[in-house]
């Protein structure tokens, strides 16, 4: 496994953009995921392959890639969308590894 | 819609073991690996481990070699984890979580409601 780098916090008022930035240097050559948990829930993937997004997940919810650094954009921020968010990938035999975990707080 | 059932929770002598299930519904019990996910109070995710289950080959993290097993019986779709030795550090919240596990794609898009563990005297 290896490590992933994520902000502790991200703090953004509502209807504005959040971005949650993840570093790791296998990330070019591994897809990166993103999973969203409230407390006391099971996480919840909300990006997969770098961008994608699964069926149910709101367009606001965006991923991209550039090199090292894998971003979570959220559009239009919402009050429900406050919670701690996961950034995943794997290395080349399979291992997953996870992020540390960013707090996104709602002013 | 795939769901995941996890059982439930349980108290532990330290030194003891643990075996939590996993019974999967509403998608293909053996197209996909089961994989295992703790997180301690205020803390990350941390990958334990999978399982194929057509195959019966389970892989394990560096860290919880040797104290954890994980197996699956694909009559009644159902995985286990049995971690043993079990200490205070051990006290989280298990996850399973179906995971695509194919050639570059790495992921877990269905998870169980965890299941908590604590390892008290």
């Known amino acids: 496994s290896y490590e992933l780098t994520q902000p502790p916090s991200v703090s953004v008022s509502p209807g504005q953009t959040a971005r949650i930035t993840c570093s790791g240097d296998a990330l070019p050559k591994q897809y990166a995921y993103w999973y969203q948990q409230k407390p006391g829930q099971a996480p919840v993937l909300v990006i997969y392959?770098?961008?994608e997004r699964p069926s149910g997940i709101p367009e606001r919810f965006s991923g991209s890639s550039s090199g090292t650094t894998v971003t979570l954009t959220i559009s239009g921020v919402q009050a429900e969308d406050e919670a701690d968010y996961y950034c995943q990938s794997a290395d080349s035999s399979g291992t997953p590894s996870f992020g540390g975990g960013t707090k996104l707080t709602v002013l | 819609q795939v769901q995941l059932v996890q059982s439930g929770a349980e108290v532990k002598k330290p030194g003891s073991s643990v075996k939590v299930s996993c019974k999967a519904s509403?998608?293909?019990?053996?197209?996909?690996?089961i994989s295992w996910v703790r997180q301690a109070p205020g803390q990350g995710l941390e990958w334990m481990g999978r399982?194929?289950?057509?195959?019966?080959?389970?892989n394990y993290a560096q860290k919880f070699q040797g104290r954890v097993t994980i197996t699956a019986d694909k009559s009644t779709s159902t995985a286990y984890m049995e971690l043993s030795s079990l200490r205070s550090e051990d006290t989280a919240v298990y996850y399973c979580?179906?995971?695509?596990?194919?050639?570059?794609?790495?992921?877990?898009?269905?998870w169980g409601q965890g299941t908590l563990v604590t390892v008290s005297s």
């Open positions: 399982i194929i289950p057509i195959l019966g080959i389970a």
């Open positions: 509403g998608g293909t019990f053996s197209s996909y690996a």
């Open positions: 979580a179906r995971d695509v596990a194919m050639v570059k794609l790495y992921y877990f898009d269905y």
């Open positions: 392959k770098d961008s």
